[in-house]
């Protein structure tokens, strides 16, 4: 889990944050961001606004957009610079492990307890704490990050003793929380807690005017560290990068441009440096069944409805659960399978939590039609590949 004790920035670059924050420019570009375009000189102006203050910073915006190095700028052009900067990644963990890796534990609170354990936002007392991929978080644990919120206290798990923390809170999200609250999945009293003041990052495909200033900064620094003369784009490259919907958004880009460093030669990226997808040679992953010819998406939905209410016949009334269900459960056991049964990576993928997984799981009975592909052990704790939680953690 990544932790930073202290700015992220070097001395320099904060000296140049603490006068961005009074004496430049609102609307120039922060420190490890580039773009130019009007949607973004207005996250620029925005986290320079809100930075000074203690509210809370709900950041949203598509994976690979950048929301790390906004939080990172907000917390550096605080008052809280000095302090630590702890970021935790709320998607890449269970939720027993999770609460205590964000609460702390003591001694023999759970199996495997071994010592106490202090938590993240003790780490990030009198600094920032960055909360990525929050809408992962589990009800249960949205009530204590409510608590933190509010009241500024909390309980480590298995103690009684109450902590007391001033931490500022930045978290991130790439779903809209209003969504997921309309389906239960997150607290409508968190969402207004943290999304006190909302900074939207635009998608790459948004701000098209930008895509040219990404592409020469990435080429210099690839260029740089591997020692490579490419320092010019051609414009019929630069014409495909730009027309590109960059679904994977700046970090998509970032590699294709190191890769085109190291792969090609001479000091001009050229068209054929590029992927196939972006010369347009092929499709990207192009679905196929069954030996039939490759077919879009929508077509092979349209012909799945089709059949499923050709098979059910004209008088059935369970048409949405003999449908839905029999692709939402073919869905779910083979994302389970490329994840090698891992359930909170699978979770990760579908968009769900990992209790509606469970009980996804227990309504299809899927677990008893997926073949064992996991490396060691069985049951429960060999499919989340995590230690197996104590029955009461809290």
């Not at 949205?142 to 798990?157: I, P, T, Y």
């Not at 490759?294 to 016949?313: C, N, P």
Request: charge should be neutral; proline fraction near 6%; hydrophobic fraction near 35%.
């Amino acid at each position: 889990m990544p932790i930073e004790t202290r700015s992220s920035y070097g001395p320099h670059v904060k000296a140049s944050l603490a006068g961005s924050a009074s004496n430049a420019d609102p609307d120039a570009a922060l420190p490890g961001v580039i773009g130019d375009s009007p949607v973004m000189r207005e996250v620029y102006r925005t986290t320079r606004q809100v930075a000074p203050s203690r509210a809370c910073v709900l950041i949203v915006g598509e994976t690979g957009t950048g929301k790390e190095l906004i939080a990172r700028a907000i917390h550096d052009l605080s008052p809280r610079s000095t302090g630590p900067y702890i970021r935790v990644n709320c998607g890449a963990l269970t939720e027993s492990l999770l609460e205590s890796e964000l609460f702390g534990h003591v001694k023999g609170s759970f199996t495997g307890a071994v010592d106490n354990r202090t938590g993240r936002f003790e780490a990030a007392h009198a600094g920032s704490i960055f909360l990525d991929e929050i809408n992962s978080t589990s009800p249960k644990l949205q009530v204590k990050l409510l608590r933190v919120l509010q009241e500024g206290e909390f309980e480590r798990v298995g103690d009684n003793n109450t902590k007391k923390v001033d931490t500022r809170i930045v978290a991130a999200t790439n779903r809209d929380l209003l969504d997921e609250i309309d389906t239960g999945r997150f607290r409508e009293d968190l969402y207004y807690r943290l999304n006190v003041v909302p900074i939207l990052l635009p998608a790459l495909r948004d701000r098209r005017d930008d895509v040219e200033l990404l592409v020469l900064s990435f080429l210099k620094r690839y260029a740089e560290q591997n020692r490579r003369e490419m320092r010019k784009v051609h414009p019929e490259a630069m014409r495909k990068l730009r027309e590109h919907d960059w679904p994977g958004n700046v970090r998509e880009l970032q590699n294709y441009v190191e890769r085109a460093v190291i792969l090609g030669s001479g000091q001009e990226m050229l068209v054929e440096h590029l992927p196939p997808q972006l010369r347009g040679e092929t499709s990207p992953r192009p679905i196929r069944h069954r030996g039939a010819a490759s077919a879009d998406f929508g077509s092979l939905t349209s012909e799945l409805v089709r059949q499923g209410i050709r098979t059910a016949g004209p008088n059935a009334t369970d048409l949405h659960d003999r449908v839905v269900g029999q692709v939402e459960r073919e869905l779910i056991q083979q994302v389970l399978q490329s994840c090698d049964r891992v359930q909170i990576k699978a979770a990760a993928r579908l968009g769900i939590n990992r209790n509606t997984l469970h009980k996804k799981l227990s309504e299809y009975r899927i677990d008893e039609n997926l073949p064992a592909s996991a490396p060691n052990g069985d049951g429960d704790d060999a499919r989340s590949g995590e230690p197996s939680p104590p029955d009461d953690e809290s």
